[in-house]
């Protein structure tokens, strides 16, 4: 759909032809459906969820309204290295029933990852969603990676990288030796003691 | 201070010899002369290094005092336990390892108290950090030594993790989690920690 036969729509609205361009330039860049890509590399996956969520929604946008179909595409990256606070890969447990007489399912979250790396991100962004006809579309939208390569047209598509939810803490071999004795000793060990 | 001094060369001396016999005399002789102060009462003018000088027929044991760059003032000095000296108390988490990696031995346990001088609650909440930080991979360094040739059997799966209270193999799934109104919940971080600074609006949840 090309600008100029937009503009032969408003020939008879009373605005010269570089306004019905202009204007056909915002409906674009307001309506257009951006590609979000965020990286869940150690970060809890219940937040990485809520930011996906309102991005697939379009509640990041103000011209949101439900009927309306904004919400965007987003890509989630290195869902293989997710990190769960507290012992939730032990205790977290994800159900389900085939339906079948005998066939409830409980799994625990470390068997589910080692079996699928990207379940636990997909179902905590289904839990998320409101619970209508969209869900399905909106999930259709999310797209999920179990690690850094993506295929050529989705990251032809991407446009911004949200940053992540929480700050990954640094390793004491990431320190550089110069922070190490930049950081004042506490205590002094008596001399004799035999050190470690 | 100058007896102690002598013993101790004789101490030094007795220790290049590395015979079996006198090993228990060593060890003796390091019980007498290697009292266990705290360091808070030591008075030390200098770490010294024994020196031995050989000439014909007279020997002379010098301690030298080594030149040790003055260390800074802690804020607060008359307190007893270090973080307190350093009004560190409340201010530290699993994340701050520069502080945690000087109480803890090369294998990554904890040095005994009566060493560190900490006191009884800091010594437990460092204890708890340092363990959430082993937990979640900060100290990859300071793990204990496995016989050589040592092969685990199944390989274990890497799971990132972090504010973990609990020992990864004591815990049980929670298999029935509850109603909304009673629900199970997953501890997360530890207690001894709540009185932590909080710079964000949002309180500290334990409870997940």
Redesign the interface.
Known sequence: MDGLQVGLQFLFTGLNPLQQILHCVLQWATFARSWFVIDARMQPPGKIATMCSVRLQGKHKPIYHAMSDCGDHVVVINTKQIAFSGNKWEQKVYSSHSGYPGGFKQVTAAQLHHKDPKAIVKLAVYGMLPRNLHRRTMMQRLHIFADDELPEDIQANLTEELPQPREIPRKLSEYTQEEIDAFPRLWTPPEDYKMK | MAARSMLRSVWTSFAGLKVGATCPMVKVQQRII?PQ?P?LT?Q?RG?RQVVEKKDNKTTTIEGQILDVPA??Q?PNPTAKC??Y??N?QHKYN??D???L??FI??DGGLLPRK????CLEEHRKIAICVQMAHR???????KPKLPEGHVPKRPK?Q????????S?DS?????K?GLKWSKRR????DPALKDNVCYSVKPLYLK?
């Open positions: 290697v102060l360091a030591v030390s770490i260390a800074p802690p270090p973080i000296r350093w560190l699993y994340t390892v520069l502080l990696s000087q031995r090369s060493i560190t001088g900490l979640a991979g900060l100290l990859p360094d300071h799966p799971l990132n993790r972090y504010l973990t209270r609990w990864i815990v049980k799934p929670i298999y989690s997953m501890p997360v971080g997940h």
